[in-house]
Nanobody
Framework: QLQASGGGLVQAGGSLRLSCAAS????????MGWFRQAPGKERELVAA????????YYADSVKGRFTISRDNAKNMVYLQMNSLKPEDTAVYYC????????????????WGQGTQVTVSS
C-alpha cells in the first residue's frame, strides 16, 4: 500500500515536498517512482529511484528542479520540488516497480492515491 501526501497550492517559484509511505511489502527491494497527470493529459513518469537509491531518472521537464530520494529504514520516498511552474500542476502519484530497474523504462505495478499539486502564476 502506498500513501502519498504533501501536495497543495503554491505560487510559481515556490517549493513543495511530496512524501510517500509504503507498507505491506519489502519496500527496500523495489524501485520507486513519482508520476503525474494533468487534466486532459496522459500520466507521465516524473522521477524514479532504484531500490538502493544509487540510480535516479528525471523527466527533462523537471531535471534540475526536482529531487527524488528514499529512506528505506522508514519505508518512505520523497519528491522535493523546487522552482515550481504552473505547468507542474497535476495530481502526483507514487508507484512501486514490478520489475527490475530500467530507468525510464521501469515497469510500475503498484500505485497509491494521488496528491494534488497546484501552482499559481
Amino acid at each position: 500500500q502506498l500513501q502519498a501526501s504533501g501536495g497543495g497550492l503554491v505560487q510559481a517559484g515556490g517549493s513543495l515536498r511530496l512524501s510517500c509511505a509504503a507498507s505491506g511489502r519489502t519496500f527496500s527491494s523495489y524501485a520507486m517512482g513519482w508520476f503525474r497527470q494533468a487534466p486532459g493529459k496522459e500520466r507521465e513518469l516524473v522521477a524514479a529511484i532504484s531500490w538502493g537509491g544509487s540510480r535516479t531518472y528525471y523527466a527533462d521537464s523537471v531535471k534540475g528542479r526536482f529531487t527524488i530520494s528514499r529512506d528505506n529504514a522508514k519505508n518512505m520516498v520523497y519528491l522535493q520540488m523546487n522552482s515550481l511552474k504552473p505547468e507542474d500542476t497535476a495530481v502526483y502519484y507514487c508507484a512501486a516497480a514490478s520489475g527490475v530497474w530500467l530507468g525510464m523504462d521501469t515497469t510500475f505495478g503498484s500505485w497509491g492515491q494521488g496528491t494534488q499539486v497546484t501552482v499559481s502564476s
